[in-house]
C-alpha cells in the first residue's frame, strides 16, 4: 500500500491490511496502515482528512511500548498537516507534543523534522529569534544524524570487511585442508606404489625361486632317471658279458681237472 501512495490502489491495500491487523490483532501494523493513509491524503492535500488517519495512528501508537518511533511520526505529521494550512499555532502544539517523544527514542529525523517545521512556524510569526535557535537545533540534529548515519554506515562497512575476513580465512581454510589432504593423498599413493612395487619384486623372487626349484627338481628327475638308464643298460652288460664267461669258465675248470 506504502508503495503505490497516493493513488486510490493504495488505499485498497492499506484498508485490507487495516482488516487482516483487527483480525489477527496486531495493532502496530494497524498504526502503521492508518498513518500511510494519512501520509496518502496528506500527499493529495486533504490535510484534515490526514490528520485524522493521524490521529488514529497515534492513539494506537501511544498504548504500544515499543511503537514510540512510529508514535513520534504520527504526532509531527500532525504538525506538518496544519503547517501545510498556515495554522501555526496548532502546528506548534503538536511539534511540542512530538518532540519529546522523537528525544526519548533518538530518533534524530523525526527531531530533526520537527526543528524544520518549528522553525518555519517562528519565521511565519516573525519570531526570528526562536526561527534562529530552531535552525541551530536543526543543524546540530543533522549533524548528529549524518553522524549517525556515517556510523551506521561505518558499522556496515565493518561489518562487511569482517564478513570478507571470515570468508577470506574459511577459503585459505578450506585451500589449506584441499593442500593437505592433496598431500596426504599423494604420500598415500606413494605409498601405494611402493608397497606394490616391493610387492611385486618380492612376489618375482617368490616366482624366480619357484621357477628355479622347479628347474632343480626336474633336473634331479631327469639325473635319477639317466642313473636308472646307466644301472639299465651296465646290467644288461653285465649280463651279456656273464653267461659267455660262464659258459668259457665251465670248459676251462674241466680241462684244468683234467
Known sequence: GALYNPSDTAFEYLNKSIELAQK???????????????????????????REYYIKASEIQATLPQEKYGLCFSLLNVGHSFKKQNKWKEAKEWFDKALPVCKLCGNTEGEASIYKGLKEVAVAEKDFESALLFQELLYKTDTLK????????????????????????ILQQKQQRNQALFIAAAFLLLGAAFFFYFRNKQ???????????????????????LDALKSAFFANISHEFRTPLTLMIGPLKQMEQG
Open 24 to 50: 489477527y490483532h496486531y495493532p502496530d501494523v494497524e498504526a502503521a496502515a492508518y498513518n500511510s493513509i494519512g501520509v496518502s491524503y496528506h500527499l493529495k492535500n486533504n490535510f484534515s482528512k490526514a
Open 146 to 169: 549524518l553522524s549517525q548515519g556515517f556510523s551506521k554506515a561505518s558499522l556496515e562497512l565493518e561489518a562487511k570487511y569482517k564478513a570478507a575476513q571470515q570468508e577470506k580465512e
Open 203 to 225: 612376489l618375482l623372487k617368490q616366482r624366480q625361486a619357484k621357477l628355479k626349484a622347479d628347474m632343480e627338481h626336474a633336473e634331479a628327475q631327469k639325473l635319477r632317471e
